[in-house]
């Protein structure tokens, strides 16, 4: 992909990279969560990229949609537990 982020698709890694940009974007774009809020599954780091999407700025929406994209490929790992 045409992106500067790549990464294999390693969930943990993915997890990190998340809360890394939820710290980067908690004043800005996610104003609104609680101060030591941190997604916990899948279903809440997709949520709450979203929500970078919609509030953040241009790279930070970039980002965001990335980490989504990788999030939602399908991934023989989550799909045992599904």
């Keep these: 992909m045409g ?3 790549t990464f294999d698709l390693d969930e943990d890694r993915i997890a990190a990279e998340v809360d890394r940009l939820v710290d980067e974007q908690r004043i800005t774009s996610l104003w609104f969560l609680r ?3 941190y ?3 899948r ?3 997709l949520r709450v990229l979203e929500q970078i999407e ?3 700025d241009v ?3 970039r980002r965001a949609a990335t980490l989504r994209r ?3 490929q399908p991934s023989s790992v ?3 537990d599904s």
């Design 70 to 72: 990788w999030l939602s």
């Design 54 to 56: 919609r509030h953040g």
């Design 78 to 80: 989550a799909s045992v």
């Design 43 to 45: 279903r809440e780091r």
């Design 3 to 5: 992106t500067a982020m």
């Design 39 to 41: 997604p916990s599954n």
């Design 35 to 37: 101060p030591d809020y």
């Design 59 to 61: 790279v930070a929406f």
